[in-house]
């Protein structure tokens, strides 16, 4: 699925309910581009050095990438793109993307999530074929609650990219392949958790599968870019205060993900996100499209 044809396709269609033609379909997706335009222009990024949520963690901005803070990250999540409302820390953006860009590639979310010291002995023992087929039977069930609540099915096809456990700096990255039951194009969902004395920090980057190379070509310098400040780091547990998760590094990719995190919202952020802009466009500028079409 192409940005550009999708949102030429949804411009299109909307005007066909209410009556207009091609040549209006024009003018709105015009219309739109400069709705886009002064969106884009009215994020202020950051580059360099960047605290996360105060003392919890340090960002340094990798090279090619900027940050957007935590409250305009909210904005974008949830207003622009139709998520549920979460305690975004912030995001990434590839130096030329921009939200709601026709040339959007993907975008990174920086979460946090204190559930305790996660312990790692598990790691070197995974198999991660089994754990996949673990995944899958799990996703059955929440395909039904999906389906219930109104949302369509998603199919996991499995690793996009295998688990990978970095045990000396506590960082774990892997990446799932989704199909959407409505998408033509297969979703990217790849997760980087950074393991810390109290919980993990999550970086979530979305988008859609062809993106993987970029990301892949990225990785390192993305996983570096974050650790935890002193007084939160892996190293600093403990045992005789601090609270240890019920699950391991295992749990971590597998049952507290889909459980918890879950197909509900992290991965169904991207695929429709357009969908929404535009419908909320449409919503906006409906007296002021009508009074440009009419002549007034």
Same mark, same amino acid.
């Given at each position: 699925m192409?940005? +550009?044809?999708?949102?030429?396709?949804?411009?299109?269609?909307?005007?066909?309910?209410?009556?207009?033609?091609?040549?209006d379909?024009?003018?709105?997706?015009?219309?739109?581009?400069?709705?886009?335009?002064?969106? !884009?222009?009215?994020?202020?990024?950051? %580059?360099?050095?960047?605290?996360?949520? =105060?003392?919890? *963690?340090?960002?340094?901005?990798?090279?090619?990438?900027k940050y957007?803070?935590?409250?305009?990250?909210?904005?974008?999540?949830a &207003?622009?793109? $139709? !998520?549920?409302?979460?305690?975004?820390? =912030?995001?990434?953006?590839?130096?030329? /993307?921009?939200?709601?860009?026709? %040339?959007?590639?993907?975008?990174?979310e920086? /979460?946090?999530?204190?559930?305790?010291?996660?312990? &790692?002995?598990?790691?070197?023992?995974?198999?991660?074929?089994?754990?996949?087929?673990?995944?899958?039977?799990? +996703?059955?069930?929440?395909?039904?609650?999906?389906?219930?609540? =109104?949302? =369509? *099915?998603?199919?996991?096809?499995?690793?996009? +990219?295998?688990?990978?456990?970095?045990?000396?700096?506590?960082?774990? %990255?892997?990446?799932?392949?989704?199909?959407?039951?409505?998408?033509?194009?297969? /979703?990217?969902?790849?997760?980087?958790?950074?393991?810390?004395?109290?919980?993990?920090?999550?970086?979530? #980057?979305? $988008?859609?599968?062809?993106?993987?190379?970029?990301?892949?070509?990225?990785?390192?310098?993305?996983?570096? +870019? #974050?650790?935890?400040?002193?007084g939160?780091?892996?190293?600093?547990?403990?045992?005789?205060?601090?609270?240890?998760?019920?699950?391991?590094?295992?749990?971590?990719i597998? $049952?507290?993900?889909?459980?918890?995190?879950?197909?509900?919202?992290?991965? *169904?952020?991207?695929?429709?996100?357009? *969908?929404?802009?535009?419908?909320?466009?449409?919503?906006?500028?409906?007296?002021?499209?009508?009074?440009?079409?009419?002549? !007034?």
């Amino acid at each position: 699925m192409k940005k +550009s044809t999708t949102l030429l396709t949804i411009l299109c269609f909307w005007l066909v309910q209410l009556g207009y033609g091609q040549e209006d379909s024009l003018q709105l997706e015009a219309l739109y581009q400069q709705y886009a335009d002064s969106i !884009n222009q009215s994020f202020q990024f950051q %580059h360099g050095e960047v605290s996360l949520q =105060g003392d919890l *963690a340090l960002l340094k901005v990798p090279k090619g990438y900027k940050y957007l803070d935590a409250e305009q990250s909210k904005y974008v999540m949830a &207003d622009l793109w $139709g !998520n549920p409302p979460s305690e975004c820390l =912030g995001m990434l953006f590839p130096e030329e /993307t921009y939200p709601l860009s026709d %040339h959007f590639t993907y975008a990174i979310e920086i /979460t946090y999530s204190e559930d305790g010291y996660i312990e &790692d002995e598990d790691a070197q023992e995974l198999d991660y074929d089994e754990l996949m087929e673990e995944m899958k039977s799990q +996703s059955v069930a929440i395909n039904e609650a999906r389906i219930e609540q =109104g949302y =369509g *099915a998603i199919e996991l096809v499995g690793w996009a +990219s295998s688990p990978f456990y970095d045990s000396k700096n506590k960082k774990l %990255h892997w990446a799932k392949e989704l199909k959407f039951e409505s998408d033509s194009a297969n /979703t990217l969902n790849y997760n980087i958790r950074i393991l810390g004395r109290k919980g993990y920090l999550n970086l979530n #980057v979305i $988008g859609e599968m062809d993106v993987l190379p970029m990301v892949k070509q990225d990785i390192d310098p993305v996983l570096a +870019s #974050v650790d935890f400040k002193e007084g939160y780091r892996y190293s600093e547990f403990n045992p005789d205060i601090d609270q240890v998760a019920a699950y391991g590094v295992g749990g971590l990719i597998a $049952g507290k993900v889909l459980s918890k995190v879950g197909f509900l919202a992290v991965l *169904a952020k991207f695929w429709k996100f357009i *969908a929404i802009a535009a419908v909320g466009l449409i919503s906006a500028l409906r007296k002021k499209i009508a009074g440009i079409f009419s002549g !007034n």
